[in-house]
């Protein structure tokens, strides 16, 4: 008979095994993004079903394998449209996104505007316009929308 240490200990190198093939695979995604991609050829790469990679990634990642992927396309198409002087098409394809739909709605989900808009606002387009960041707050269009504390609204 085994002696009970054992089983636990067997049990935490396979977690360790599986940890490292996650990494392997996410890994995989960071360099080969702009690749046709699957879930399944990832899967078949680490030689383990489709759906048992889709629930440890998404346990070990918070996400799934595919949206993991998505998201790295999407990351990388923005650096593009910033920096690369490429058109929404070209970056499309730059980065492996086969569907020009897809592409945009994604772009939109996760960005929050959509991929023309972003280079348009990134680029800086409007001669002498600062180049325009996620995330950062800008100005109201009309300067009337900003209340004035006069000395009755002074902070004391």
Known sequence: ??????????????????LARLRRIRDRID??????????????????PAGHLSRQFRLAYGTSPYAYLTARRIERATALLRHGGLGVAETRRAVG????????TRFTELVG??????????????????PWVPGQATAPADRRDVPVAGPERACT
Not at 6 to 11: F, V
């Open 1 to 18: 008979m085994c002696h009970p240490a054992w089983g636990r200990a067997r049990l935490a190198a396979q977690h360790l095994s599986d």
């Open 113 to 130: 505007v959509s991929p023309d808009v972003y280079r348009h606002r990134a680029t800086g387009a409007v001669a002498g316009a600062t």
């Open 97 to 104: 996104c086969p569907s020009p739909g897809i592409f945009r």
């Open 31 to 48: 360099r080969e993004y702009a690749q046709p991609l699957d879930v399944e050829a990832l899967a078949r790469g680490a030689n383990v």
